[in-house]
Structure formats: structure tokens, C-alpha cells
């Protein structure tokens, strides 16, 4: 198995607080991302990373930001959290990029917003 | 914009029955791929489909990608309790991207001993 850890696993806040997620990986990959997984809505990008310090947003990018200042560690962000960022987080490693290489996903964070 | 679309979005079966899921698209992917995701679980990488009218088998599993390559298939054979899982297809986002993909919304299957 990849070594991919998220923290924490679980977590619940209230609307309004923020909250950083952490990815950390063993892997040395060069590219990291975050997902957010919702019913009926498969996985849907956050942001990525395709290097130290650099990142682009994906397509629900908004009340998130990230950072990534060593290889092994990209953080995720809620501002200031809503209702409507209840969800299940998945951060992935990719050595070449995503596009016809495997993506390794770690175990997910669960994050309510009360 | 380019979407992926599955179907059936469930799917409860019985052990030893088979079955086919679909991915969907009206654009051209120049590749895709198929995850499964167990319950608790992120998704795992089972195949990556890279031509149009490719073949791929993994024991039980066969894959096949559409010769206009905007749809592929997964057929399951003898559907094992083991299967029972969130089935996600993905491919590139854009024409140049090689650094990220798009998802599927996801076949949940379920197969009952």
C-alpha cells in the first residue's frame, strides 16, 4: 500500500470555525490532491499540487485554500466552515499526474459542520 | 464542459449473477479509467483503458473502451460478495491535461450472497 496518511479521520466543527485537513505521504510523488466526495456527485476536485509551493485550483475550489511547503505534506484549508462543506475528504498522490497513471488515495477525512 | 455519467447509479445483485455498468460521455477522453472504492475505503485503480475499442480483463472483470472512445463498460462475471463496492470511472480533464482527472458520479453495487 501507498503511504498515505490523513488527520484526523474524523472531525466536527461548528459552521463558521476553520479547519485544516493534513495529507502526508511516504511516496516522495510529486503531485497531491484533495477531493471532497458527496452523494451523487462521485469525487470532485479541490485543489492539487504539482510541486513545493505550487498549486491550482480544481473545480470546487471555493472556501478552500492549500499549501504545500515540503514534498510529503499538503495541507486543506475551510476558511471559515459552512453547512455545505459536510462531506468526506479524500487526498491522493500521483507520481506522473493523473491522466493514465494510478492515483493512491488515502483512507478519507469525515468532516460535519454543524 | 466535460462530464462523465454512469449507470445504473445501483445495482443489488445476487452472488453468481452478471452484470454490466456503463460510463458515459459526449465528449471524446482520450483514456479512461475505473476505480473501486469499498465502504470506508478510497478508491483503488483496476484498469486504464488507453484505445479506442480496447479490450482489458482482470480475472472476473472485462473492460472495454467505445470505438469513439466517449463511453467504456465493465462487465463482471459470477459477481462475488468481494465485488460489492462504488465503481468510478475517470478521465482527463481537457485535452492537454496530464495532471488531473474527472469522476464519475459512481455505479454502487452490491452483491448479495
Known amino acids: 500500500d501507498a503511504g498515505i496518511t490523513q488527520s484526523p479521520r474524523h472531525k466536527v466543527t461548528e459552521t463558521g470555525t476553520p479547519v485544516t485537513l493534513r495529507c502526508h505521504q511516504t511516496e516522495n510523488h510529486r503531485y497531491m490532491y484533495w477531493y471532497r466526495q458527496d452523494p451523487g456527485h462521485g469525487l470532485r476536485l479541490i485543489h492539487y499540487s504539482y510541486g513545493v509551493k505550487d498549486t491550482d485550483k480544481g473545480e470546487v475550489s471555493d472556501g478552500y485554500s492549500v499549501s504545500r511547503s515540503k514534498t510529503e505534506d499538503f495541507l486543506l484549508t475551510l476558511e471559515s466552515a459552512t453547512s455545505s462543506q459536510t462531506s468526506v475528504y479524500f487526498c491522493?498522490?500521483?507520481?506522473?499526474?493523473?491522466?493514465?497513471?494510478?492515483?493512491?488515495f488515502g483512507p478519507g477525512t469525515r468532516l460535519t459542520v454543524l | 464542459t466535460q462530464l462523465l455519467e454512469q449507470s445504473p447509479q445501483f445495482l443489488s445483485i445476487q452472488e453468481g449473477e452478471n452484470l454490466t455498468v456503463y460510463c458515459n460521455s459526449s465528449?471524446?477522453?482520450?483514456?479512461l479509467q475505473w476505480y473501486r472504492q469499498e465502504p470506508g475505503e478510497g478508491p483503488v485503480l483496476l484498469v486504464t483503458?488507453?484505445?479506442?475499442?480496447e479490450v482489458k480483463k482482470l480475472k472476473r472483470l472485462t473492460f472495454q473502451f467505445g470505438d469513439a472512445r466517449k463511453d467504456s463498460s465493465l462487465h463482471i462475471t459470477a459477481a462475488q460478495p468481494g465485488d460489492t463496492g462504488l465503481y468510478l470511472c475517470?478521465?482527463?480533464?481537457?485535452?492537454?491535461?496530464?495532471?488531473?482527472?474527472?469522476f464519475g458520479p459512481g455505479t454502487s453495487l452490491s452483491v448479495i450472497p
Open positions: 483503458v488507453v484505445t479506442g475499442g
Open positions: 475517470a478521465g482527463p480533464r481537457g485535452k492537454t491535461s496530464y495532471d488531473k482527472v474527472i
Open positions: 465528449s471524446v477522453f482520450s483514456s
Open positions: 491522493a498522490i500521483s507520481e506522473l499526474g493523473a491522466k493514465d497513471n494510478e492515483q493512491f
